[in-house]
T-cell receptor, first 118, second 113 residues
């Protein structure tokens, strides 16, 4: 099966610090990964599409300088929340596209990272 | 503007009965639809999907129905089991499930023993 991991699962940080979240595809290569954010009792909102070897594509309203994405290898994408503020507290989830399936390739999600900014 | 809507925030059914979760969409460009199951503090788990060229897809206890003219899809779970209790998200995309997904707000399903 396609397994996606995230690290850390939980992080608490002080306001003004930066936090890095890793997303790894464990048993497949993913040229494309996606980063989502979920607010309490809300839907998952796509933040950006991470492309291996190129710049990420950000959704409207998402600050690219605030949420830095690096997809340096076919199995790893990182999201860095820079100068975190309490309003950045959220559940961040990544997904990776498994491209072995043909024309319709499923996305597999990581377990998520709970970020709390004090 | 919410392109994917799940109007029922919660649903409660008895074990063994059918659970029907509904989803409506507004973007006629969507051509691929997925259902995900999610437990608290975990990532979504893929359940079942359907391409817009089909109107039904079945996988074990799970069946997804698509009515393109009504821009409506539904997930049927038969028979429902207590372990099915979770939040179910409907998602849609343009260009297949590998492209960016637009999610509904989810429906919390509770299956009572």
């Amino acid at each position: 099966g396609a397994v996606v991991s995230q690290h850390p699962s939980r992080v608490i940080c002080k306001s003004g610090t930066s936090v890095k979240i890793e997303c790894r595809s464990l048993d497949f290569q993913a040229t494309t990964m996606f980063w989502y954010r979920q607010f309490p009792k809300k839907s998952l909102m796509l933040m950006a599409t991470s492309n291996e070897g190129s710049k990420a594509t950000y959704e409207q309203g998402v600050e690219k300088d605030k949420f830095l994405i690096n997809h340096a290898s076919l199995t790893l994408s990182t999201l860095t929340v820079t100068s975190a503020h309490p309003e950045d507290s959220s559940f961040y989830i990544c997904s990776a596209r498994d491209e072995r399936g043909g024309s319709y390739n499923e996305q597999f999600f990581g377990p998520g990272t709970r970020l709390t900014v004090l | 503007d919410q392109q994917v809507k799940q109007n029922s925030p919660s649903l409660s059914v008895q074990e063994g009965r059918i659970s029907i979760l509904n989803c409506d969409y507004t973007n006629s460009m969507f051509d691929y639809f997925l259902w995900y199951k999610k437990y608290p503090a975990e990532g979504p788990t893929f359940l079942i999907s359907i391409s817009s060229i089909k109107d039904k897809n079945e996988d074990g206890r799970f069946t997804v129905f698509l009515n393109k003219s009504a821009k409506h899809l539904s997930l049927h779970i038969v028979p429902s089991q207590p372990g099915d209790s979770a939040v179910y998200f409907c998602a849609a995309s343009v260009g297949g499930g590998s492209e960016k997904l637009v999610f509904g707000k989810g429906t919390k399903l509770t299956v009572n023993p």
